[in-house]
């Protein structure tokens, strides 16, 4: 059984960074579509970033131009690099690697409060 491990969550004030490494042993990370999704208190989870096999991303609205998916094939990792951010990008963070199958990890909690 494949489990993708999210880190580098934390705490961080409004207008600060943080980057999400997820490394995702045991798959043919190449192979696979990777992607981001967060999940806020008493909400629905939605996919924040996503970067392709061949790699082309896609970025939901509410994190365009703040927020950066890239991968590294040699270490099986893709990161979520956030700037400039918001209260409301509040929330766990997940990690998926999606092709035939598909493969979660289990979260790493982001708070954005001063």
């Known amino acids: 059984q494949v489990q993708l491990v999210e880190s580098g969550g934390g705490l961080v004030q409004p207008g600060g960074s943080l980057k999400l490494p997820c490394v995702a042993p045991?798959?043919?990370?190449?192979?696979?579509?990777m992607g981001w999704y967060r999940q806020a208190p008493s909400k629905q989870r939605y996919l924040v970033a996503r970067?392709?096999?061949?790699?082309?991303?896609i970025y939901d609205d509410a994190v365009k131009g703040r927020f950066t998916i890239s991968g590294d094939n040699a270490k099986n990792t893709v990161y979520l690099q956030m700037n400039s951010l918001k209260p409301e990008d509040t929330a766990v963070y997940y990690c998926?690697?999606?092709?035939?199958?598909?493969?979660w990890g289990q979260g790493t909690q982001v708070t954005v409060s001063s």
């Open positions: 045991g798959i043919t990370f190449r192979l696979y579509n």
């Open positions: 970067i392709t096999s061949g790699g082309s991303t």
């Open positions: 998926d690697a999606a092709s035939f199958d598909d493969y």
